[in-house]
């Protein structure tokens, strides 16, 4: 498995923006997929984003698309999640994940390495 640290949370007010990180080591992070979570209080875990292994597929949440972008840097080992127009629903604990193979997934059992989390709070 890849061990995965999740950085870059923090508060901010809505119409702000972030920059998520999503540092691997353990395994060769170009050969994984790679996806972003998220879970507010009271709420069970969602799919926010994901891309393939190379990045050259990218798939999005409804409620984030054309706000967020995932990308995925093999030669750094890192992941990253580019929050922008953050609206106060955004607010969660975010969690970067790992898959081995090519394709993306938007499912949370498909995944079998999981960060820690970061918190991402949006005032309004």
């Known amino acids: 498995q890849v061990q995965l640290v999740e950085s870059g949370g923090g508060s901010v007010q809505a119409g702000g923006s972030l920059l998520l990180s999503c540092a691997a080591s353990?395994?060769?992070?170009?050969?994984?997929?790679m996806g972003w979570f998220r879970q507010a209080p009271g709420k069970e875990r969602e799919f926010v984003a994901a891309?393939?292994?190379?990045?050259?597929?990218?798939y999005y949440a409804d409620s984030v698309k054309g706000r967020f972008t995932i990308s995925k840097d093999n030669a750094y080992n890192t992941g990253y999640l580019e929050m922008n127009s953050l609206k106060p629903e955004d607010t969660a604990v975010y969690y970067c994940?790992?898959?081995?193979?090519?394709?993306?997934?938007?499912?949370?059992?498909?995944?079998?390495?999981w960060g820690q989390g970061t918190q991402v709070t949006v005032s309004s």
């Open positions: 891309i393939s292994r190379i990045g050259g597929n990218t």
């Open positions: 353990g395994r060769t992070f170009s050969t994984y997929a």
């Open positions: 994940a790992a898959r081995r193979g090519f394709t993306a997934a938007v499912i949370a059992y498909e995944y079998d390495s």
